[in-house]
Each structure stands twice: as C-alpha cells, then as structure tokens.
C-alpha cells in the first residue's frame, strides 16, 4: 500500500508571509495539527499546534486581548515555521512512512511530488487506520488464531494449506519477531470448528499459542 493510498490529499497551507493569527485560527477552525509553508507552491516550511504554543503567551500574562491580538497580527509564519522539514514520496509505501515517523518520533509527514510541492499529508492516525484495515479487524466477526514458529521454508504453505483443506478462509495474515528470534503469526479466518483446526494445526507441528473470536 502506498503513502498516496492513505494521506489527506490537497491539505491547507499558507505563506511563510502570512501571520501567526492567520495559522492559528486555520488549525484551530478545520482542526488539524501541522501546517506546510508553501512558497510559490514549493515547500519551505511547516507549523504545528506545538509551534502555536510555544509563541501563546502565558494565561499569566498582564496584557490585554488587545495587546495580544496586535501582536500575533505582527507575528508572521517566517518567523517560527521549521524550515527543515521531514517529507516522503506519495510512492513510498505505507511502512517506510511508520518507520521515518517512528525513527524520528514524530506524528506526521508532508508528502510531495517529484518536484517538491506538497500534495499531501500523513498522520500517525492514517497509520494506525491502515494497521485496523490490513488486520481485518473491520470485517465483521472473525476468528483470531496466534501461532508462534521458527523462520523457516514452506511454513506459510503448511499452515494456509491446513485452512484450505477445512476450508477456512483466511481475511488477513501477518507475522512479525519476537525477542527469541521466533516469530509470532497471526491469522484472521473465517473458523467454524476451532478445536478441529486447533487439533489439525498442532498434529502438523504448529500449535496454536492463542485464538479468540473477535465480534
């Protein structure tokens, strides 16, 4: 799956000559957390809801709302934006978005084109949804069966076929390491007989270390 699949296409932006009022007010109105600065339609910058902050005067302030507002209206979007902003590729796949935000503990990327003008923004939320949706978790009631195994040939054919035979079908298949080395493989299927399939798996070599039904 690619990062063009998942990412809100045409996001809002605004100029790095546009003042910090104007920022504030769009996130706050279409509430979304990260802002690029586009300059003749290229990316230089980006604003998040933090940035906003940390220009906000204190709730302990002795100004008034005037004074206040006369100088966010003076503030302008150049003066705080981050200029070296972390982007991805719409044909970057979804996994080297998690990793790039992951690696660098960050909530969102900006994605662009070949010649640098944004097109798009990521979210961990985009994330996490596409996570429910390749896991299956929303297709209605299914059957979750964990197995742990060893990182060998043909184990994938030997359990699929397993399925095949009772005929289960499978709505999602995913493994991923353990700190063992072993390997921990989830399966989403459409089980009728789980104690037939728990019985078949470990005959096979392959018992089942978990299954619960999800509604």
Do not use: W
Not at 6 to 11: K, L, V
Not at 34 to 52: A, F, H, M, Q, S
Not at 169 to 181: A, F, R, T
Request: with cysteine; net charge negative.
């Amino acid at each position: 799956m690619f990062v063009s699949n998942r990412m809100t296409a045409n996001p809002f932006t605004l100029t790095a000559n546009a003042t910090v009022a104007d920022a504030s007010e769009m996130m706050r109105t279409h509430k979304f957390r990260r802002l690029p600065i586009v300059e003749n339609g290229k990316l230089v910058g980006i604003i998040t809801d933090r940035d906003l902050r940390e220009v906000s005067p204190s709730p302990a302030t002795t100004l008034s709302i005037f004074e206040l507002n006369y100088l966010l209206a003076k503030m302008m979007v150049k003066d705080i934006m981050k200029k070296d902003v972390l982007t991805i590729q719409e044909h970057a796949t979804i996994e080297e978005a998690a990793l790039l935000m992951y690696k660098n503990k960050i909530g969102g990327l900006v994605v662009v084109d070949d010649k640098h003008a944004v097109i798009g923004v990521i979210t961990e939320t985009d994330i996490f949804k596409t996570f429910v949706d390749v896991m299956g978790i929303t297709q209605g009631k299914t059957t979750r069966v964990t197995i742990d195994v060893t990182d060998k040939v043909g184990i994938l054919c030997d359990i699929t076929s397993i399925f095949k035979e009772m005929g289960m079908n499978i709505s999602s298949l995913v493994s991923y390491p353990l700190e063992d080395e072993t390997y921990e493989l989830v399966i989403r299927a459409e089980v009728q007989d789980s104690e037939a399939l728990v019985e078949r798996l470990a005959t096979a070599g392959y018992p089942v270390k978990h299954i619960t039904q999800i509604l």
